[in-house]
């Protein structure tokens, strides 16, 4: 009997080609192979950046725009605590000090508090005077 996994066909373009399920395991092979690389691989682009937010947040005011190296840091501390006690977005626009370095994020924060006329926000409302 012979062996038809090595058997030597003529298709119907008249060239050559090996037949039998060694053709086919090699192709699912490099399938495999590929999607592992693939796999792999997928994990290896730039490190997401982190910024510890924690010695700045619920602390009163411990820092102003001088203290962080990027905008991107200032607007973290900013969308932890949206009261800014830090006063990083002075004119309340929703973006913590827009003249530092990048790396930057331009993505307001929502503030759900009034400001004053300089931009600080006013936690306690104004009582109506009693007569």
């Known amino acids: 009997m012979r062996d038809q996994s090595r058997t030597l066909h003529k298709g119907r373009t008249g060239r050559n080609h090996w037949r039998g ?66 006063e990083l977005d002075r004119d309340g626009d929703g973006i913590a000090c827009p003249g530092l370095p990048h790396p930057k994020d331009k993505k307001p924060v929502h503030r759900d508090f009034a400001t004053d006329l300089d931009g600080a926000p006013i936690t306690e409302p104004d009582k109506p005077s009693t007569p």
């Open 21 to 86: 399920p060694g053709r086919r395991t090699a192709v699912a092979a490099v399938g495999v192979i590929a999607a592992l690389l693939l796999t792999a691989c997928a994990g290896n682009g730039a490190p997401e950046r982190r910024f510890d937010v924690a010695p700045y947040v619920h602390k009163g005011h411990v820092a102003n725009c001088d203290a962080f190296k990027a905008q991107a840091d200032a607007q973290a501390v900013l969308r932890a605590d949206t009261l800014d006690p830090n």
